[in-house]
């Protein structure tokens, strides 16, 4: 299952909240739940490691064999102990042995188990004590069938056991793909939340760009109106200065006239100063 984040191109949109983190358990596609990784584990139960502990994941040769024996002698002594009490001898330890020792250490500790349970229950139980050699029918009826059972019961456990290891190897490959799944949920959430900050930058600097364009708008349009204003005013200072040039068009036609008419007269042009009564 994948987990996808969409992020709409848009050139400008309001800002929004980054997106919440989706629970562990509902981080799958559609959000549909997922298996808690914990739950597959094999330390997820009370005991830490027990299911490996317990189909022997983690032992080593010397602890099965040593198992194997372990449980061959303890379920020989007990049947002994109860031969003793009853007449011929009781298998169901001799197979709870067998039982323990393949689920933990496989078929062939299984079968070695067995065949030490035959043996040590021949030398000890059957009679005549102290003897592999079996004298009774019965005894060594109980102990052929033993032997058919404990090979079953050898290959059960076996299959069980590689059928418990094969689902505690999915079960940790669970777990590293969930994990796996929530690192990469994690790394798309950082980055859907950089993509909404880098998206609110940008609708930031274009609200910039907006409120800049409007100025500039209103400066040009200003430098229009005062443009405007200026084409009014040379257009003032032209008239100005064509009634300037007629002015004097007229005082030069007027002062020809004037030296014209003194010439003409034998007339002279004096200028009087009567505050200080000179005549130039």
């Not at 067998?98 to 035959?118: D, E, I, K, N, Q």
């Not at 102990?143 to 404990?150: G, I, M, R, S």
């Not at 790394?187 to 800049?212: G, I």
């Amino acid at each position: 299952s994948t987990l996808g984040a969409r992020c709409p191109p848009t050139a400008v949109r309001r800002p929004v909240p980054p997106p919440a983190r989706m629970p562990p358990d509902r981080a799958a596609a559609g959000g549909a739940p997922r298996p808690d990784p914990s739950l597959t584990r094999s330390d997820a139960w009370p005991v830490p490691g027990l299911t490996d502990r317990l189909i022997g994941t983690d032992a080593t040769p010397a602890q099965r064999w040593g198992l194997a024996v372990a449980s061959a002698a303890s379920a020989v002594a007990l049947t002994t102990a109860a031969a003793a009490l009853v007449p011929g001898f009781p298998t169901p330890l001799l197979v709870a042995a067998v039982v323990v020792s393949a689920t933990f250490g496989g078929l062939r500790t299984g079968l070695a188990t067995a065949l030490l349970c035959v043996a040590g229950t021949a030398f000890f139980a059957a009679e005549p004590r102290f003897s592999l050699r079996v004298a009774t029918t019965g005894d060594l009826t109980r102990l052929a069938l033993f032997a058919v059972v404990a090979i079953l019961v050898s290959a059960f456990s076996d299959r069980l056991r590689a059928a418990r290891l094969r689902a505690a190897a999915l079960a940790r490959e669970l777990a590293e793909r969930n994990e796996a799944l929530d690192q990469r949920n994690q790394q798309l959430a950082e980055q859907a939340l950089e993509l909404e900050m880098q998206t609110a930058e940008l609708e930031a600097s274009n609200q910039q760009l907006q409120e800049q364009q409007v100025e500039l708008e209103t400066t040009n349009e200003q430098l229009q109106d005062q443009g405007a204003e200026l084409e009014v005013t040379m257009v003032q200072l032209r008239e100005q200065q064509a009634a300037l040039e007629a002015q004097r068009d007229a005082l030069e036609e007027a002062r020809d006239r004037l030296a014209l008419a003194t010439a003409a007269s034998a007339l002279g042009v004096y200028d009087w100063d009567l505050v200080t009564d000179v005549l130039t």
